[in-house]
Each structure stands twice: as structure tokens, then as C-alpha cells.
């Protein structure tokens, strides 16, 4: 467990973890990680500024992901969605210490209980990066339902609207690191058409 500026990661310990964690990711493997992709964003970024980044990444994948998870919480009183047991997926990696390490498997494999994957943890960095980017605007920033205005005529005042799209960003990255993780079963919150 390590705890510096506020961020507390997930050890695979879930529910037997104290103080309580609140991230998925740490500041030392994220400076590893943009350090051999010589991103310079990350490196420039405060202490301060990456543990509140790493945290928030770890926010929006809980409120984003949480029910598309395959498996269940190992325990249901722990704080984040990972660790995990039952994850069987077809794309693995047996466990290393750092992102990108371990053994490559190809063939159905149980994540083990213990761990927070690889991928996981690349998706919680990824996503902090993109809010050191955007100088820390929010990843789920409140939105308008508004919808894609398709007419608007003068005489007579006519204004027709086109579907209705959720606005946002999306984050392809994140979204290939998660996929083998998430059940393909389960429809996306972001897919749900409000009235």
C-alpha cells in the first residue's frame, strides 16, 4: 500500500486494506509508465497534481465501468471494484509488478483475486494523463442534453432537432485497455436513451 498526496492504491488486498484506497494506480508506476513513452505532460505535472489525476481516473472507472465488470468484488464492503474474482478473459497477461510485464497467455485465464491487471492500471494512468492535459478539468464533466439542431427555419419559426446524442468525450484508449474485462453482455450507461 502506498500513500503519498492523498492517494491511497489497491494492493489486491480489497476489503482488508487500510486506510481505504482510492485509487487503482500509484504515482511511481505512472512516472514509469509515461517515462518509456517520454511523455514530458506527466513528468511536468506536481505531485499533488498526479495523485488528484490518478484518483479521479480511478472515480470515473468506477462510476463508468462498475457494472460491466466480469466477475464479482471479492468483497462486497471494499471500496473500488478491483480486486475482483471470476474474471475470466481470453486476452491475459499472468501478473507482473509493472505494466506491460508478465507473461503473455492468449488462452482463457482467471485473473487471479489479488490483482488489479496490468490493463487496469494502464487505463487509471491513461485517463489521469488525459486530465493532467486538460490542466484538471474533469474527466465526467456535467453535460447538456441538448441535441443536434438539423433545421431551423425564420418564417413561421421552425426548429427541428436531430436524434438525441449524450454529449461527452470518449476514450478509445481506455476503452481497448478495459475490453477484455468487461462483459459483452452488459449495455453501456452511455448507450441509454434519455427522455
Known amino acids: 500500500m502506498s500513500f503519498a498526496s492523498g492517494i491511497v492504491v489497491e494492493e489486491g488486498l480489497g476489503v482488508d486494506a487500510s486506510p481505504t484506497p482510492n485509487s487503482l494506480a500509484g504515482i511511481a508506476e505512472a512516472d514509469q509508465y509515461f517515462s518509456a513513452r517520454s511523455n514530458t505532460d506527466w513528468s511536468g505535472a506536481t505531485e499533488a497534481a498526479k495523485a ?31 480486486p475482483r474474482y471470476g474474471v475470466i478473459t481470453e486476452d491475459a497477461y499472468e501478473a507482473g509488478n509493472n505494466v506491460g510485464s508478465g507473461t503473455y497467455i492468449g488462452a482463457p485465464h482467471e485473473i487471479e483475486p489479488t490483482v488489479v491487471p496490468p490493463e487496469v492500471r494502464a487505463a487509471v494512468m491513461e485517463l489521469a494523463l488525459r486530465r493532467i492535459e486538460s490542466t484538471g478539468t474533469k474527466l465526467a464533466a456535467d453535460l447538456d442534453r441538448g441535441g443536434d439542431i438539423k433545421k431551423v427555419k425564420a418564417g413561421s419559426v421552425e426548429v427541428e432537432y436531430g436524434e438525441w446524442r449524450e ?26 436513451r434519455r427522455v
Open 167 to 192: 454529449p461527452g468525450k470518449r476514450y478509445p484508449v481506455v476503452e481497448g485497455l478495459l475490453k477484455p474485462f468487461l462483459n459483452a453482455s452488459a449495455g453501456s450507461s452511455r448507450k441509454l
Open 52 to 82: 488528484a489525476s490518478l484518483v479521479e481516473a480511478t472515480d470515473y472507472l468506477e462510476q463508468e465501468y462498475r457494472l460491466r465488470w466480469k466477475g464479482m468484488r471479492v468483497n462486497t464492503a471494499q471500496a473500488l471494484s478491483w
